[in-house]
Every structure is written in structure tokens, then in C-alpha cells.
């Protein structure tokens, strides 16, 4: 975060709305304010400054000292008084344009940031990082990405986009029997819904799956759309992502409405009938469609209660959670002593990246528990496009959300219009703390090459020292402290020297990626350092959100909990649902974007047999409870 001095307050305070409704001796007043009463308890230097060395003196002041300024004015006014020195009543002017300035520095929110909440100084020690279960086996990716589409394929991949959100009207048809009146053609226009651009995402990201998968199956042949409407094909493509992924039916459903899609787009101006029953291929797929639907119908029970216990949280155990996490934004690590595994007494300042990494996923972490909405509306945040901060009456700050774009909105349903809401008031602190200082301090490393290489604690020199010490030790020489053997250090300097060079060489493809991506939130890329910068992925989003949790849960609890952000939602949903607060939770559905069915089932989905009758087993006989 940019340092704020005296001196940059009273511009920017100069060109505030406040500070055209104070007299015009203002700034003759607060000069006289702070120049001799509060200034020389600030600074012993301050001690009868000339007004031409005001100005200069203000620029080097750090302006959070002014905090508590009212009382420091009060306590020396009050021995000038004594003194003899002053009048009480000179000391009004000074100390009500005093006040006035205080005023309009504590609403700023960056004032706020110069005194966040106290955070540990030391992060929690952890005894060892959580396991991925059994059951989530990470798998290599095999979707493309649209950089890896051939030119034609993109080019009917736009035609077929602009189809979907259409709804098939950016298409001219032609006439079966051209002697059909209009009215008659348009009466047989065929059957589709246009779409909301986040719905066509998921029909992309199935396109790129399934042309991943057929490049590697068969690598010699030609990729094109139509490829999906092949039964045979989707077929053998599910059977491939069930029995190696350790996905279920649900993957075919989901491919094969996309598949469906795409034979409607092909064959749009073939289809006289409404249902389109005209086109056997559409029947064909929705008949594979059907048979899949059945299969995971077969399935859901069990993966319902697998969902359930992965889900064994409850809300004040989330956030303790979040509390926890909170600890792990401090600027020092516990070490770890290096024989025994066991926390020393010595702790590690942290790269300045770990620290503005862990306030991201805390911040993210506590963004979904207290405001669970969908992921894909956090993943797309933006400040003055999607997020925006505002004052109340009283002027409190809040923030608010507004998306034109989202999951429920569609152009024929009572849903289609915006999605408007506030965020809960305990979040505004720690959005100020990103938005004002990590953010922006970020943004500002990035910039050159020197900050990007602070940013990861290293020093611009670091390749080249890293040279020499290889070179040193090839030649015999060691640095005294070093007791392992020639050859080990020399290993354990070349992947140091790995990583500084690949560092350094992904700067300009950070740097890029984050100049263009205004998202609130974004990848740090802590592996693969070109994704820095980038918006985050849905993957790469619930994994981060996962691991937050394992880890904490394994800290707090003894056992590592793998919650994933949409799991949140139903907890929320099962909390709110606690007796007596039967009349907020219409208004809480309305929040998260749930309808009360919706929220009745995800409630239920978590709720025991013995959570549902514990309220009920003594007296559940007497009438009129």
C-alpha cells in the first residue's frame, strides 16, 4: 500500500466535497492546530516550526500519527491556557477545523487500513499438511483450452454461441414449401430457449472435454463440432470418464444436453415440429440423455449421503474456521526444527506473496461462510463493475453486489432480472483491508521487475549470486555454516537457482495477466507461476477453498474436513433453519440465490434422522406445543 502522509491527506482532503462546506480561514486554523499543539508531541523536530516549513514537514509526517489527535490538541491547549499563552475561546476555531478533518479522515477507507484489527504475529504451527482423501485422486487434465482449438472449430464454436443465447433468431430459415405465408413458417419455428451467457460456459467447457478426450484417443483425426452428436462416440466417452475419472452418470446427462444443443443448432433449419420428433438424431440423443438420467437416479442416494458426511460441519465450526485462517495472514512462521520436526523458539518472516496469499483465502473463506452465495459470483467480483462500495445514512461503509449475468437468470422467467444484494456488514473491514493495501501493494510490485522478484522474497541479483555460489562450490569452495557434501549443495543450489529463473522469466506474462484482469480475486499461480494474475478457475477456486479447510479443520478438530464452497451453502441452509427463525429464511434463500424448495432439500440433505427428532423425542405427544 502506498505510504500516506500529512501531506497526501491534505490534497486529496482539498479536493473532497467536504472540504467546500468549512470557512475559508480552514486551512489557516488547521495549520495553527497542528503546527503548535499537536505537532511538537508527534515530533520534538516540530517544536516551533515556521509556517513556510509546514508544508514539508507534512510530507514526511506518516498521517496515521494523527490518530488520537483531538486529545493530544486538548492536553497541550489546555497548558497554553495555564500558561497564560491563549484564550479558551481562540482554541474553538482551532480545534472545531481540527475536528472537522478528523471527521473526513475516518471515513476514508484507507484511513482504516492504517489500523486493521490485531492479527497474530506468528502464524498457528501446523503439524504437518492434510492428505487429499482416497476418493479425490487427482487426475492429469485432458480438456483443451480454446487456444489449443484449430480455426475452424472456433469459428463454429462462436456460431453455435451466438445460436444458444439467441435462442436460434440470429438464424434465417428457409421455407419447407415456399408458398407459406410467414405467419405459417414462424408458427413451426422449432423449439429452443435462448440462454444466459454463464449457462453457454458449461456447454463450452464440455466441448473442450470431450475434443481433449478424442484428440488423445484418436490423434490423427480432424476435430469439428459435430463430433458430439455422435451417439456412438458420447457413449464411449462416458464409459471412459466413469470407469477411469470416478465420475458418475451425471457427466453423461450433462454431455449429452450439450450434444443435443449442438444437433438442434445443425439441424435448426431442418426441423418443422416444435418438439423437433422430425430430426432422429435429437430423438436419439435424448433417448441416451434419458437412459443416463436413470442410471444417475441409481446413484444419487448414495452420492447424496457421501455429500453428507463430507459436509460434517456446522456453522459456528466454520467459523472458528475462518477465525483460524485469520491467524495464518500473520508476517511470521514458527520454525520447525529440522531433526525432530517439532516448533522451535525461532520464527520466519514470510514473502510478502504467502501473506497477501493466505488474506486472499481467508478473505474468500469468510466471504462464503457468512455470505454463501455461489462461487461463480464470488470467481467474479469486480470493484466498480460487480462490487461497490457505499455509505449509509449515517455514513457506515458497506459493500453490495449486482450481477446482470447469473446461474438463475434466464430471458422467460420471473428470474431474469439482476441479481442485487448487500454484504453483510462484518465483511467491509477485511474487503477495505484487500481492496486498499493487498490489492493495490500487489498491482504495485508487479509493475517492475525488482518488486515482482520482492514479491516472492527474492532480490533482482539472486540468478547471478546463485551462479557464483555454484561455481564456488564446483571449485571446492563452501560457505562455512554448510556441513552437507559438495555435490548435495550444489543440488540444493541449482533448484534454488530453478526456481529464481523461473520466477524472473514469468514477470512479463504476470504482469500482463494482471493488468487486464480487474476481478477482485485472482490465481497466484504458487506452481505454475504464468497463471499469476489470471482469474480464477473453477478447479483451481474449490481446491483452494478445499485445502483452506482441511487445513484448519485438521488444526482445530483433529480431522481434516475437505469442504468445498457449494457445501457451504448447504450448511448455511441447514443453520438458518434452527427453530424460532422461521421468518428470515424466504429472505436468506432470496440472498444466496435458493429458492425455499431448493433449501428445504439442501437442509435436508445434511440433516440426521437423529437431528430431525432430537427436538421432538420427550414431548412430541403433547398437543399444542
Request: include cysteine; glycine fraction near 4%.
Amino acid at each position: 500500500m502506498e505510504q500516506y502522509t500529512l501531506g497526501r491527506a491534505l490534497k486529496l482532503w482539498e479536493t473532497s466535497i467536504d472540504a467546500k462546506n468549512v470557512g475559508i480561514n480552514f486551512d489557516k486554523y488547521l495549520s495553527i492546530a497542528l503546527r503548535q499543539y499537536v505537532f511538537p508531541e508527534l515530533d520534538p523536530v516540530a517544536q516551533n516550526l515556521k509556517s513556510e516549513e509546514f508544508a514539508s514537514f507534512c510530507e514526511r509526517l506518516p498521517v496515521a500519527q494523527l490518530n488520537g489527535a483531538l486529545d493530544i490538541f486538548d492536553r497541550q491547549f489546555e497548558k497554553a491556557v495555564e500558561k497564560g499563552r491563549t484564550s479558551r475561546s481562540t482554541g474553538r476555531n482551532y480545534r472545531s477545523t481540527l475536528r472537522q478533518f478528523i471527521q473526513w479522515l475516518e471515513k476514508q477507507a484507507w484511513w482504516h487500513c492504517l489500523f486493521p484489527d490485531p492479527i497474530a504475529t506468528v502464524s498457528p504451527f501446523r503439524e504437518k499438511s492434510p492428505e487429499l482423501p482416497k476418493t479425490r485422486e487427482r487426475h492429469s487434465p485432458y480438456g483443451l483450452s480454446k487456444d489449443n482449438l484449430p480455426s475452424h472449430i472456433l469459428k463454429q464454436v462462436a456460431e453455435f454461441k451466438e445460436f444458444r443465447l439467441t435462442g436460434g433468431r440470429s438464424i434465417r430459415r428457409t421455407a419447407s414449401n415456399p408458398k407459406q405465408s410467414r405467419e405459417d413458417r414462424e408458427a413451426r419455428r422449432p423449439k429452443i430457449d435462448a440462454i444466459q451467457l454463464s449457462t453457454f460456459k458449461n456447454d463450452e467447457d464440455k466441448i473442450l472435454a470431450f475434443l481433449g478426450w478424442y484428440a488423445q484417443e484418436y490423434p490423427n483425426s480432424k476435430l469439428k463440432l459435430e463430433l458430439l452428436t455422435d451417439v456412438d462416440l458420447l457413449d464411449k466417452y462416458t464409459y471412459w470418464a466413469i470407469e477411469t475419472r470416478g465420475v458418475c452418470h451425471s457427466t453423461g446427462v450433462s454431455m449429452a444436453k450439450t450434444a443435443i444443443a449442438i444437433a438442434k443448432w445443425l439441424n435448426y433449419d431442418k426441423s418443422i415440429r416444435r418438439n423437433w420428433s422430425d430430426i432422429p438424431l435429437i430423438l436419439d440423443l435424448q433417448d441416451l440423455r434419458n437412459e443416463y438420467a436413470q442410471e444417475y437416479a441409481k446413484e444419487k442416494e448414495q452420492l447424496e449421503a457421501e455429500k453428507g458426511s463430507s459436509k460434517k460441519l456446522t456453522h459456528p465450526e466454520a467459523r472458528q474456521v475462518v477465525q483460524y485462517l485469520r491467524n495464518l495472514c500473520a508476517p511470521y512462521n514458527t520454525s520447525r526444527d529440522k531433526k525432530t520436526g517439532e516448533p522451535s523458539k525461532y520464527s520466519q518472516r514470510r514473502k510478502t506473496s504467502a501473506v497477501a496469499r493466505s488474506w486472499q483465502t481467508y478473505l474468500i473463506v469468510k466471504f462464503l461462510v457468512y455470505c454463501p452465495v455461489r462461487q461463480e459470483e464470488i470467481r467474479n467480483l469486480a470493484l466498480g463493475k460487480t462490487l461497490f462500495r457505499r455509505e449509509d445514512d449515517e455514513g457506515n461503509p458497506y459493500y453490495e453486489a449486482y450481477f446482470e449475468e447469473h446461474k438463475r437468470a434466464t430471458q422467460h422467467s420471473s428470474h431474469s432480472k439482476p441479481r442485487h444484494y448487500r454484504l453483510p456488514a462484518i465483511l467491509t473491514p477485511d474487503l477495505d483491508m484487500w481492496v486498499y493495501k493487498w490489492r493495490p501493494l500487489i498491482e504495485e510490485l508487479v509493475r517492475t521487475p525488482e518488486g515482482w522478484m520482492e514479491l516472492w522474497g527474492y532480490k533482482l541479483d539472486k540468478v547471478e549470486r546463485t551462479h557464483q555460489k555454484i561455481k564456488a562450490a564446483q571449485q571446492g569452495i563452501l560457505p562455512k555454516l554448510v556441513k552437507s557434501s559438495a555435490e548435495e549443495y550444489i543440488q540444493y543450489q541449482e533448484w534454488r537457482l530453478s526456481g529464481a529463473e523461473r520466477r524472473i522469466n514469468a514477470w512479463e506474462i504476470a504482469k500482463s495477466n494482471f493488468e487486464v484482469n480487474n476481478r477482485l480475486f485472482f490465481m497466484f499461480g504458487k506452481h505454475g507461476t504464468e497463471a499469476f494474475g489470471k482469474p480464477f478457475e473453477v478447479d483451481t477456486f474449490w481446491e483452494t477453498v478445499r485445502r483452506a479447510f482441511a487445513i484448519a479443520t485438521q488444526s482445530l478438530f483433529g480431522e481434516a474436513r475437505w469442504i468445498n464452497p457449494h457445501a457451504l451453502r448447504h450448511i448455511a441452509e441447514k443453520h438458518i433453519r434452527q427453530p424460532g427463525r422461521e421468518d428470515i429464511t424466504e429472505s436468506f434463500g432470496t440472498l444466496i440465490g435458493h429458492s425455499k424448495k431448493m433449501g428445504d432439500e439442501y437442509a435436508a440433505q445434511i440433516t440426521s434422522e437423529y437431528e430431525l427428532i432430537a427436538e421432538l423425542a420427550d414431548d412430541w405427544w403433547i398437543e399444542n406445543m
